[in-house]
Nanobody, 120 residues
Framework: QVQLVESGGGLVHVGDSLSLSCTASGQAGSRYNMGWFRQAPGKRREFVAGISWDGQKINYGDSVQGRFIISRDNARNTISMQMNSVGPADTARYYC?????????????WGQGTLVTVSS
């Protein structure tokens, strides 16, 4: 069993930056692909970013490409996502997941999510 715990959400303003983190525990080791999805109220779940276990493969959703940066620290079983130039469309609950690196995959494990609210 794998547990994922996200942190870093909160209320920010348009144009601000925010960083999210997710730490894996349980059977998790460093050899998991991990990533982020998000879901805004009334909208479908959306792939945000994914990173392979070795950090060599990184993908972003079209709506965040060029603004968000995903990274990982395998020594701490943690991934992070730097969110820059946020806007109202980035308001959503962000979920950490294993093992997807792109939108074609259905995650096996989910965190409880962390809420990001962008105020104008």
């Amino acid at each position: 069993q794998v547990q994922l715990v996200e942190s870093g959400g909160g209320l920010v303003h348009v144009g601000d930056s925010l960083s999210l983190s997710c730490t894996a525990s349980g059977q998790a080791g460093s050899r998991y692909n991990m990533g982020w999805f998000r879901q805004a109220p009334g909208k479908r779940r959306e792939f945000v970013a994914g990173i392979s276990w070795d950090g060599q493969k990184i993908n972003y959703g079209d709506s965040v490409q060029g603004r968000f940066i995903i990274s990982r620290d395998n020594a701490r079983n943690t991934i992070s996502m730097q969110m820059n130039s946020v806007g109202p469309a980035d308001t959503a609950r962000y979920y950490c997941e294993i093992p997807c690196v792109d939108s074609r995959c259905d995650p096996t494990y989910w965190g409880q999510g962390t809420l990001v609210t962008v105020s104008s």
